[in-house]
């Protein structure tokens, strides 16, 4: 009787610590586990990381104010139908809502060669008459659609369109002659070709992550000049320092 009294109570002594160990478990399980343990894998800045793909939008143009334009704009829509997909996950678009549609639409006195608008572009159609080649300036209007950024928080005017042509230029016509930097006169903050060039240097070098991580702070309401300096152990400045010194000297 002893025996059997102490078997039961070993049996209950057991099944009450693997319950236990059962609640702990999954209590362990539904609890967030603390941010220090899931650093950055070191292995992302050798890897450029994609979202997930986006729905394209159907495309529309409007040549009702240029109709000889017209091939050239047909040209155009297939150009954005086709590369919305590739596009889209390069940048943080994972909670991204795209349009339903987007609209080319072309002008004859506007004042840039192109600008983007809510979900249209707008193109300048003497210009396209001028340089018939320039299909890279629809790329670089339809990332701003896809940047879409808020009003609210720092959107410095410079990194939204460094990133717009560093996708243009690095991205869609990479094979492209680019226009040379003066490494006396130039700034990171010049915007453009020269701001996309830095950031296509800066990926190359440090980490092929930033670009997307950059976006992802406009998009957000975040971004902060530090980042450049969390994703490389350098300051934007230091960085910029560090190439322009590869560049050669003009004359």
Request: charged share 25%; aromatic share 12%.
């Amino acid at each position: 009787m002893g025996r059997r009294f102490c078997w039961m109570n070993a049996t209950v002594w057991t099944f009450a610590i693997v319950l236990q160990g059962s609640v702990c478990s999954i209590l362990a399980q539904d609890a967030p586990p603390p941010a220090t343990r899931q650093p950055a894998d070191p292995l992302d800045k050798f890897v450029y990381p994609l979202a997930g793909s986006v729905k394209t939008p159907d495309v529309t143009i409007d040549v009702s104010e240029t109709p000889d334009v017209r091939p050239w704009a047909e040209r155009a829509q297939k150009l954005a139908h086709a590369w919305w997909p590739m596009v889209a996950p390069l940048l943080a678009t994972d909670r991204y809502s795209p349009p339903a549609e987007i609209k080319l639409v072309f002008k004859e006195t506007i004042q840039p060669p192109a600008y983007a608008a809510g979900s249209t572009i707008t193109i300048k159609a003497p210009w396209i008459r001028a340089h018939p080649d320039d299909f890279g300036m629809v790329i670089h209007e339809m990332t701003h659609i896809i940047q879409h950024y808020p009003r609210e928080g720092k959107k410095p005017g410079w990194l939204v369109e460094g990133i717009a042509d560093y996708i243009r230029w690095w991205r869609y016509e990479p094979e492209t002659k680019r226009t040379p930097i003066d490494p006396d006169k130039a700034s990171y903050r010049d915007s453009y070709r020269t701001t996309a060039w830095f950031l296509a240097w800066i990926t190359g070098k440090y980490d092929r992550s930033l670009v997307r991580r950059l976006d992802e702070s406009l998009r957000d309401g975040k971004y902060a000049d530090d980042l450049f300096k969390e994703s490389t152990g350098k300051t934007v400045d230091e960085l910029w320092a560090e190439f322009t010194a590869t560049l050669p000297k003009r004359m």
